[in-house]
Structures are given as structure tokens and as C-alpha cells.
């Protein structure tokens, strides 16, 4: 493929799919977190007075940054996702399966680095398995 090509490529997945996953993601993610804060038990809890009961207030405004908290790093973890699997689309100028595996590898790997060599390599394999199973149940 030609230069030309491989950059128009390159600017319309990320105009078009990076812009829908990250928006998609931050939905999900935000969704995700305002459930997960209805549900915990310790949502408005106060330790230094561990019998008052706290106000509906409180409850929804942990509720609404645990939501966004969530909604954030869905929408990080999307957009690494989709701007890799774009790349690696574009650099292979191939349209399959395999470039989602390649893509959550690198993802996987990137965000598990952080806590050392062997979580980088277990993210990068979780994943790129998750990323198959995604794959080859959507195809």
C-alpha cells in the first residue's frame, strides 16, 4: 500500500472508529460504575461514625464519581485499544481477526507493564484471548 493510502487509512479509523469506541467505552464504563456503586455496601460509609446511615445525597454523589471514575478508564482502555488495532490495521493492510489479537496484546501489555515484566506479559495474553474470544464470537 501505498504512503498516501496507509495515512488516509490511519485518519479515517480514527475519526470514525476510535471516536465511536472511546464515546461507546465511557457510556459503558460510566453505566458500569454507577452499578457498581449501588450495589457496594461501603457507598457513603463514614469510619468515624460507623452507625449513621448516610443521606440519599451522599450515596448519589459517590455514586456519580464512581461513575465517571469508571467512565474515564473504559474510555483510555478503548481508545488504546482501537487506536493500536488501527495501526497495526493500516502497517498490515489487512482487515481480520488477527489485527484485534495483535492490538490487545499491546494493549494488555501496555497497562499491565506498569506493575512489572510479569504482569505485562499476562495482560498482554489476557487480552489478546479476550480480544479472540470477542472476535470469533462477533464473526
Given at each position: ?41 461501603n457507598v457513603g460509609f463514614d469510619p468515624k461514625d460507623p452507625l449513621r446511615t448516610p443521606t440519599a445525597r451522599e450515596v448519589l454523589?459517590?455514586m456519580g464519581q464512581r461513575g465517571m471514575s469508571y467512565a474515564k478508564n473504559f ?65
Amino acid at each position: 500500500a501505498s504512503r498516501l493510502t496507509i495515512v488516509f487509512h490511519q485518519n479515517h479509523c480514527i475519526t470514525s472508529k476510535v471516536a465511536v469506541l472511546l464515546l461507546d467505552c465511557f457510556v459503558l464504563g460510566g453505566a458500569f460504575g454507577v452499578f457498581t456503586a449501588g450495589i457496594d455496601t461501603n457507598v457513603g460509609f463514614d469510619p468515624k461514625d460507623p452507625l449513621r446511615t448516610p443521606t440519599a445525597r451522599e450515596v448519589l454523589k459517590d455514586m456519580g464519581q464512581r461513575g465517571m471514575s469508571y467512565a474515564k478508564n473504559f474510555a483510555i482502555v478503548g481508545a488504546m485499544f482501537s487506536c493500536t488495532e488501527c495501526i497495526i490495521e493500516s502497517h498490515r493492510g489487512v482487515s481480520d481477526w488477527k489485527n484485534a489479537v495483535y492490538s490487545g496484546c499491546v494493549t494488555g501489555g501496555a497497562i499491565g507493564f506498569r506493575a512489572g515484566l510479569k504482569a505485562g506479559v499476562l495482560g498482554c495474553g489476557g487480552f489478546a484471548a479476550f480480544s479472540a474470544a470477542i472476535e470469533y464470537y462477533l464473526r
